[in-house]
């Protein structure tokens, strides 16, 4: 599983940086999505998989006497989940504005902020 | 010593942000209590700043959860002179806004994300909690996006484009760290991860993660191969926006920097010469940069790269003494770097463009304006009285010590580039006369003669406050420096910070 796991991670990052490098600008947005999914299943993963043992005390007992699955890395991917939702939907909005502003997907074209003077 | 008196300044702002938000559209009423607020925080940070220098460090645990299983805010001296300047910032920004921002940016709740961003700001100061900072991180940045494309014109949506994909990178990377901390010592505290990570064997793997920290940290802080995104996006915004992005959102990515590799990752000699290295190429690449730069706010963009080099290499050195001079640059270079965007805003309003080859006689139409803009320029290049000058000397004396010539050859070169591209700018702007105008080009009508007296004092008076606290910088520097000294020292013995976080027992038991 954690090798299944591993390999998974490797992708989405590859994949990631990989669009991130081509011109496109919604090619750009997949990239940072598919980069930012292989971080959360990274913090997953580094959190150890722990199958079938949730976080709960059993009513009969006052402390945790089995191995357990460590909640923390799925409060902090939930976390990282909801920040990341806002931002991906915030980004989804700019490149619609910059696309109805210059008429263009390409991010070679933005060059009004480019000195042209030197 | 414990107290939840160390959260209020970002309580504040946080409840200000949603007071404005209530008054959505109701503009003057937004302003008056953004001024108001932002003098009642500067109040509390003088406090905070006065407790944490008598008191010690203080420590607020959220929820009562004891560290390290709870989120931890910390406020040692770094903090809360962290918190102290960012407030000034804040204030003049603020008080600057009520005329040099646009009436339309100010009903689509310029206010309220003001405020959002310097409780972000605030927040990533005090917390003590790696994954909290995370959090206070992505907060800033959505601020600092809306902020950088409220209004939307064509050249801030392209900037902003450039801006959003870094920082969204960056904030990958962060987090990738983050997990692989996670990993190798199952705690985010920051005190508890100092101790469990100088326990780790695996040091390849620790300092990997603290490399991927430094990327992402480098990113937000502008440092050599990082930057580019810095000087094609800073210049478009509006100039009170720019002034919080130049004087404070880099020198975040600063603070963070400082508290990891000093408090966690203590950097081995492999990481101190990459970090030496870096400042050199940011410091070069920085002033050449700012030398063939037309446009005004895009050449102070690159003297913000330029000086941001000024602070990894006090990292680089890694000695108390440069360490304190590094810190003095950074407090020196929020409130310079703050005031140098409000000054371009202000010529700006005068003359209708940051071109230099189109400015000029700004000395003979504005003689008192021009003096203190000559002191804002002059504490930035460092003339020894003035504030930029004596954090050079510690780090001049600290790379003689190491015998880092290069990095000194760097700072020696940086520093006569930055007081050249000033000389240039000021006779180009405020000396030579001003060029007359193509046929075909509209007259501009100056916008700043227009203002009522009063609207002038507010767009003036953030300049004079953030110039007299440079000049007490500069004057007293004495005083700044027994700070910068103090907080080097807890840098470098990080006891006291751990045992105020964990209690007396955490160092005995390793």
């Known amino acids: 599983m954690e090798l299944l796991f591993v390999v998974l991670i490797g992708i989405l990052y590859g994949a990631g940086i990989y669009l991130m490098l081509r011109r496109s600008m919604v090619k750009l947005l997949v990239g940072l999505l598919l980069l930012g999914n292989g971080a959360n299943l990274l913090i997953f993963l580094l959190g150890d998989l722990i199958k079938g043992h949730p976080p709960v005390i059993s009513p009969d007992s006052s402390v945790f006497t089995a191995i357990y699955a460590d909640p923390i890395p799925q409060s902090l991917i939930l976390t990282a989940i909801v920040i990341s939702f806002g931002l991906q939907s915030f980004a989804i909005i700019l490149l619609k504005k910059v696309y109805l502003a210059t008429g263009s997907d390409n991010l070679d074209d933005l060059l009004n902020t480019h000195d042209l003077d030197i | 010593?414990?107290?939840?008196?160390?959260?209020?300044?970002?309580?504040?702002?946080?409840?200000?942000?949603?007071?404005?938000?209530?008054?959505?559209?109701?503009?003057?009423?937004?302003?008056?209590?953004?001024?108001?607020?932002?003098?009642?925080?500067?109040?509390?940070?003088?406090?905070?700043?006065?407790?944490?220098?008598?008191?010690?460090?203080?420590?607020?645990?959220?929820?009562?959860?004891?560290?390290?299983?709870?989120?931890?805010?910390?406020?040692?001296?770094?903090?809360?002179?962290?918190?102290?300047?960012?407030?000034?910032?804040?204030?003049?920004?603020?008080?600057?806004?009520?005329?040099?921002?646009?009436?339309?940016?100010?009903?689509?709740?310029?206010?309220?994300?003001?405020?959002?961003?310097?409780?972000?700001?605030?927040?990533?100061?005090?917390?003590?909690?790696?994954?909290?900072?995370?959090?206070?991180?992505?907060?800033?940045?959505?601020?600092?996006?809306?902020?950088?494309?409220?209004?939307?014109?064509?050249?801030?949506?392209?900037?902003?484009?450039?801006?959003?994909?870094?920082?969204?990178?960056?904030?990958?990377?962060?987090?990738?760290?983050?997990?692989?901390?996670?990993?190798?010592?199952?705690?985010?505290?920051m005190a508890d991860l100092s101790i469990k990570i100088a326990q780790i064997e695996n040091r390849g793997l620790v300092n990997v993660t603290g490399l991927l920290f430094f990327i992402g940290f480098g990113i937000k802080s502008a440092v050599f191969p990082l930057y580019y995104w810095l000087p094609s996006s800073y210049h478009t915004p509006p100039s009170a926006i720019a002034a919080i992005f130049g004087g404070l959102l880099t020198k975040v990515g600063i603070y963070a920097l400082f508290r990891f590799f000093t408090l966690i990752f203590i950097p081995n000699e492999f990481i101190t010469t990459a970090f030496s290295l870096i400042a050199v190429a940011t410091l070069i690449t920085g002033a050449l940069g700012s030398i063939i730069k037309r446009d005004m706010r895009r050449m102070f963009s690159y003297l913000i790269v330029c000086h941001i080099g000024f602070m990894i290499a006090g990292l680089g050195l890694f000695t108390e003494v440069a360490l304190a001079g590094a810190l003095f640059y950074l407090f020196h270079d929020i409130i310079v770097k703050t005031n140098l965007f409000l000054v371009s805003g202000i010529i700006y309003r005068i003359k209708g463009t940051m071109d230099m080859p189109k400015l000029g006689s700004l000395y003979a139409e504005y003689p008192k304006l021009s003096l203190i803009m000559a002191i804002v320029f002059f504490s930035l290049v460092g003339i020894p009285p003035l504030s930029g000058f004596w954090p050079k000397i510690n780090l001049f004396q600290a790379g003689f010590f190491a015998g880092d010539y290069l990095l000194i050859a760097a700072m020696i070169i940086a520093s006569f580039v930055t007081?050249?591209?000033?000389?240039?700018?000021?006779?180009?702007?405020?000396?030579?006369?001003?060029?007359?105008?193509?046929?075909?080009?509209?007259?501009?009508?100056?916008?700043?003669?227009?203002?009522?007296?009063?609207?002038?004092?507010?767009?003036?008076?953030?300049?004079?406050?953030?110039?007299?606290?440079?000049?007490?910088?500069?004057?007293g520097a004495e005083n700044i420096m027994v700070i910068s000294k103090h907080i080097a020292a807890q840098m470098m013995d990080t006891s006291p910070y751990i045992k105020a976080v964990l209690g007396n027992e955490a160092l005995n038991i390793q």
């Not at chain 2, 932002?38 to 008191?55: D, E, M, P, S």
Request: overall charge positive; proline content about 4%.
């Open chain 2, 419 to 475: 007081l050249y591209v000033i000389a240039k700018m000021w006779t180009e702007v405020f000396w030579k006369t001003e060029p007359p105008l193509n046929p075909e080009e509209k007259v501009y009508i100056d916008g700043f003669t227009i203002l009522k007296p009063f609207s002038k004092l507010l767009l003036v008076f953030p300049v004079i406050m953030l110039m007299m606290v440079s000049l007490y910088i500069g004057f």
């Open chain 2, 1 to 189: 010593m414990t107290s939840n008196f160390i959260i209020l300044p970002l309580l504040l702002h946080m409840a200000t942000a949603i007071v404005l938000m209530f008054l959505w559209k109701r503009i003057t009423a937004q302003r008056i209590i953004s001024v108001i607020s932002n003098v009642i925080i500067l109040i509390v940070g003088i406090l905070l700043f006065i407790q944490t220098w008598k008191t010690g460090i203080i420590t607020m645990q959220a929820g009562n959860w004891p560290a390290p299983f709870g989120i931890t805010f910390v406020a040692d001296v770094f903090s809360s002179t962290m918190v102290l300047f960012t407030a000034i910032s804040a204030l003049a920004v603020s008080i600057y806004s009520t005329v040099g921002i646009n009436r339309a940016r100010m009903k689509y709740g310029y206010f309220p994300i003001f405020h959002f961003l310097f409780m972000g700001l605030n927040g990533a100061f005090l917390t003590g909690d790696v994954f909290n900072l995370y959090v206070w991180f992505e907060i800033v940045i959505i601020s600092s996006f809306v902020l950088m494309t409220l209004g939307g014109k064509k050249p801030q949506m392209e900037s902003a484009i450039k801006y959003v994909a870094m920082n969204m990178l960056a904030s990958v990377i962060f987090l990738t760290a983050i997990a692989i901390l996670y990993g190798l010592t199952g705690s985010l505290n």
